[in-house]
């Protein structure tokens, strides 16, 4: 990646490159580092290369098909998480894992890129996980996602009808220690905010769009459980299984800086199709009974 140098004042050319990778590139401290050990920072007259692509070999075996790229750069990559495949391998479970399948991406094409996670979704919750292709990005990738600055909006069907006067859930939540997977809301817990829309109601069900001020561990359905109105599919929260084997959740859009430009980048992720004859049900079952 070439650039061209300010003339320094004072101090060499080599302090001068330092400066302005802090600077104007904001590149972390800990990324300048890892250059300079691996020599990866060359000055040639007033042009400046970094090796921020370095060939990586694949972190996860290339197993099951390559998943669905919403967006992808030199940078970054977004791709559609289905519903029922894991982020990444977890030793339960030999199935391919969303790990193995980007892993697939790379082998097929040919290239030694090794893209790393940068959010979590859960088993059963499907849409956009955003990926850093490179060292440089997944720094300022993971630096965003703790100053809270990746913006994830998500779908939900879940039991009941929702009031529309039903717009903040603002419920502490920590672990239930009657149940190592499930959390519960408790006064104990950490502090947690979720942002719900009604969208549509429908036979003792509602579509509500969900934006997270915080991101706890099955925070949306903790919330709307607790809240009277569990997913439809969630079992473990309480959820009917009648319509959907697991929690009807969906990662809508995700919103992003791009680690070099710094421009805001949305990805969308169109509903599954399950969803619509979901829907459809629903609302069939309304009719009738009207």
């Known amino acids: ?59 996860f075996a290339p197993v099951g098909k390559p998943p669905v790229i919403l967006y992808e750069d030199d940078f970054c990559l977004v791709v559609h998480k289905p519903a029922g495949v894991k982020i990444h391998p977890d030793g339960e479970s030999s199935e391919p894992t ?29 849409g956009p996980v955003l990926y850093a292709k490179n060292a440089y990005a997944q720094l300022k990738l993971d630096a965003a996602m703790s100053r809270k600055e990746i913006t994830r909006v998500y779908v939900a069907l879940v039991e009941g009808i929702v009031s529309p006067k039903l717009t903040v859930i603002d419920e502490p939540i920590g672990r239930d220690r009657h149940h190592n997977q499930r959390r519960r809301v ?13 969208l549509e109601t429908m036979n003792q069900a509602s579509l509500v769009r969900l934006t997270l001020e915080t991101g706890r561990t099955h925070q949306i359905r903790v919330h709307l459980s607790f809240a009277g109105h569990p997913l439809v599919g969630d079992a473990l929260y309480g959820g009917s299984t009648k319509l959907l084997p697991y929690q009807a959740l969906h990662g809508e859009s995700l919103t992003f800086s791009h680690p070099l430009t710094g421009e805001r980048i949305c990805v969308e992720d169109p509903w599954p199709e399950e969803w619509q004859g979901l829907r459809n049900s629903l609302h069939s079952q309304a009719r009738l009974e009207e």
Not at 7 to 19: F, K, L, T
Not at 104 to 116: D, F, L, N, S, T
Not at 186 to 198: D, M, N
């Open 1 to 59: 990646m070439p650039g061209k140098l300010p003339v320094p004042e004072n101090g060499g050319r080599y302090e001068a490159a330092m400066i302005w990778l802090q600077q104007e590139l904001m590149a972390p401290p800990k990324l300048l580092k890892q250059l300079e050990t691996e020599e990866g920072i060359k000055l040639a007259g007033d042009r400046l290369r970094l090796r921020l692509f370095p060939p990586r070999e694949l972190s």
């Open 98 to 126: 969303l790990a193995n399948r980007v892993s697939a991406i790379y082998a097929e094409r040919g290239e030694k890129v090794a893209p790393m996670h940068i959010h979590r979704l859960d088993e059963y919750t499907s």
């Open 186 to 198: 408790s006064p104990s817990g950490k502090r947690a905010i979720t942002h719900v829309e009604l």
